[in-house]
C-alpha cells in the first residue's frame, strides 16, 4: 500500500564544480512517448524532453548541463555513493507523521475482498480515542515530529460519528498546541451514511480530502459492495459524489481485477455525467487487486487476481488512463508503484480500534509489524533491527545498479509476509516496474500542465 507517495519533490543539491566527473544518473529511464523521447528520473520524478538521437546527455551545451544537474538527471557521485545515498534517504527517520487512525473496523457494506475480513471488526472506544491523543501529543511533545498526515480509515469511520467528532477535535488541539502545520486529513468512506450538513461539519473540524470507492460499474460494483439496507449501492454513491466534490477534495479509488477491467468504460461515462466534473473537483484513483506470488509458479485465480510480476496489470493501468484522459478526468497514478516501504523509517502507524500500533499501514492484527500500544507506548526496538537488515538485503540492488531502487526500495514486507510468512527479504518486482513505467510516464507527460523540452 504505502501512502507516503510523492516522488515529485525531490531535488538533489546541485554542485556544478565537483571533483568527479557529472555522469547521467543511475535512475534515469529514456521513455519513447508518442514519438517525443523523454527522460525521467526515478527519484526527483522530474521528466525532461530530449531530442530522441541524442544517447549521452553530456553531448547537451553547459547551460542545459546545469539545469540537467539541477533536475537530477546529471550527477557527480559515483554509482555506489548515489545508490547509498537513496538508500539512506528510504530508511531515514521522517519529520513528517504519517498516522493511520482507525476510528472503526466495523463496516455496514460486505466486500468479500476487504482484506480486513481477517480482523475482528470493532468501534474504538472513548477510553481508547483519549489515550491514543494522549500518545499522540507525547509524539509531538517529544519533538520527534513536526509535521502531520492523517488517514481516517475504516471499517467504516462514519458508523462512529461522535467518536470521528472527538478525534478531529483532538487532532486540531494537538496541531494548535505544538504548532504543527496544517497538514492533510483524509477520510476514506462508502459515502452511504451522513448527510451534507454532516460533511460540512467534519470539513470545519479539519477533514480536507474524501476518499470513496467504487468495483466498477453498476452491476460490478452492486455485485462486489453487499449493504443490508442500500439496494443499489452503486447509484446511491454516485448520487453523493457532487456534494462531496463541492465540500472537499475528492478521490474516487476505483479497485479492479482482470475480468472488471471491461466495465471501467460504463463507470467512466456514468462519472462524466455527474456535474463536479466541469469543475474538475476529482480524481479518480486506479488501483488493482494484487495477489502477490509469483506469476505463474503458484497458480493464482487469474480472473480475479493479477499476479505481483503479472504482465496485464500494466496494461490495464495503460486502459485506464487512456480511458480518464479521454474524458478529462484527472488520474492520481500514486497506485501504479507502491512507495517504497515507510515502515523502517519510524515515521508511520498503524493504529488499531484497541490501541494496537504497527509500523505498516496494511498489517491489521499482523504481530511482526507491532509497534506497541497507546497504553504502555510505543516500541521500535524490532523496528531499528528490521531496519539494518533491509539495509543489508539492499546489497544486491546496489551492486546491480537497478535503476529503480527508488521507487522500489527492496518491496514491500507486508506482502512478502503474505507471500512467504517471513517479512525479511527482499520482494523483487522488477518485471513488472519494467512494463508499467512507460505507461506511468506517458500518462504523467501527457496530462502535464507544464511540459520541458531541451531541443
Ligand atoms: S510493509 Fe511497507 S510498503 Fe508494504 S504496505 Fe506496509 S508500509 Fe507499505
Ligand atoms: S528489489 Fe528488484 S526492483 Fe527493487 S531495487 Fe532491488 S533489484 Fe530493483
Known sequence: MGGEGRRHSRQPSFKMAGKQKQRDSLFNHRIDVSGESVLFNAFTGNMVCVPGGL????????????????????????????AMSIVNTLVTHSRRMYLIFT??????????????????????????L??????????????????????????????????LMSL?????????????????????????IGNSSLFKQLCKLGVTQVQVSFDGDASVTNARRKSHK?????????SRLPMLAELSELTIKLNFTPETVKSIPMFMDDLSRISARKEKNFRIKPEPIVRYRPYGVEMINLKEEFGSND?????????????????????????????????????????????????????????SFSLGNVRGGSDHSGQSLALSRRVRDLKGCIEGRCAFLPMCGGGCPYEKELATGKKNGILCRRDYFISALPIFVGSAWRTAKHKLFFL
Not at 63 to 72: H, N, P, S
Not at 168 to 192: F, P, Q, S, V, Y
Request: hydrophobic share 40%.
Open 55 to 82: 544517447t549521452n546527455v553530456m553531448d547537451f551545451n553547459f547551460d542545459q548541463r546545469r539545469r540537467l544537474a539541477q533536475l537530477g538527471f546529471l550527477v557527480d557521485s559515483t554509482h555506489e555513493d548515489e
Open 103 to 128: 476510528v472503526a473496523t466495523s463496516c455496514d457494506l460486505k466486500c468479500s475482498y476487504c482484506f480486513e475480513n481477517r480482523t475482528r471488526r470493532s468501534i474504538m472506544s472513548a477510553e481508547t
Open 130 to 163: 483519549d489515550l491514543s491523543l494522549r500518545w499522540l501529543e507525547k509524539q509531538f511533545a517529544k519533538k520527534r515530529f513536526s509535521d502531520l498526515d492523517v488517514i481516517i480509515f475504516g471499517g467504516e469511520p462514519l458508523l462512529a460519528p461522535d467518536r
Open 168 to 192: 478531529l477535535n483532538g487532532l486540531a488541539n494537538i496541531r494548535e498546541k505544538h504548532d504543527i502545520c496544517k497538514g492533510a486529513i483524509l477520510l476514506t468512506t462508502n459515502a452511504l
Open 230 to 238: 442500500v439496494t443499489d449501492v452503486y447509484h446511491e454513491t454516485l
Open 311 to 367: 504482465p496485464r496489470l500494466a496494461e490495464s493501468f495503460d486502459l485506464i488512463c487512456r480511458l480518464a484522459e479521454e474524458r478529462n478526468i484527472e488520474v492520481d497514478l500514486s497506485a501504479v508503484f507502491n512507495t517504497p516501504c515507510m515502515a523502517f523509517r519510524g515515521s508511520s502507524y498503524l493504529l488499531e480500534p484497541d490501541g494496537s500500533l504497527r509500523s505498516c499501514i496494511s498489517a491489521f492484527g499482523m504481530d
